[in-house]
């Protein structure tokens, strides 16, 4: 059974960064894609950002993009969310979504929620004075 835990939120200040962590555990396959959601109070989840197997394959929404950067180290089976120039706006539990591949390239709908097999519990980020 793949397990998924994120850590690392927190409350954080505008202006300011975290970083997020996502290790994953019990693979069903040894090449797999992850990507990073968020929900916000009242609001439908969203697509952050994606990332292949390799890691050679990115992909960000447009909200986030020049501010956040996911990166993965498969030997600890691990993706890391850097989160900068955080804004209220971004406030949200982060979720981290895994699914299996056959190509190092992201080929589905990465902001599609059914595309994943496995999702984590989340990590709240609150950005606020």
């Known amino acids: 059974q793949v397990q998924i835990v994120e850590s690392g939120g927190g409350l954080v200040q505008p202006g300011g960064s975290l970083t997020l962590s996502c290790v994953v555990s019990g693979l069903t396959s040894e090449e797999y894609a992850l990507a990073w959601f968020r929900q916000a109070p009242g609001k439908e989840r969203e697509g952050v950002s994606c990332?292949?197997?390799?890691?050679?394959?990115?992909v960000s929404a447009d909200s986030v993009k020049g501010r956040f950067t996911i990166s993965r180290d498969n030997a600890k089976k691990t993706v890391t969310l850097q989160m900068n120039s955080l804004k209220p706006e971004d406030t949200a539990v982060y979720y981290c979504a895994y699914r299996p591949v056959v190509s190092d390239r992201i080929y589905w709908q990465p902001w599609s929620e059914v595309e994943y097999d496995y999702w984590g519990q989340g990590t709240q980020v609150t950005v606020s004075s």
């Open positions: 990332i292949s197997s390799s890691g050679a394959d990115t």
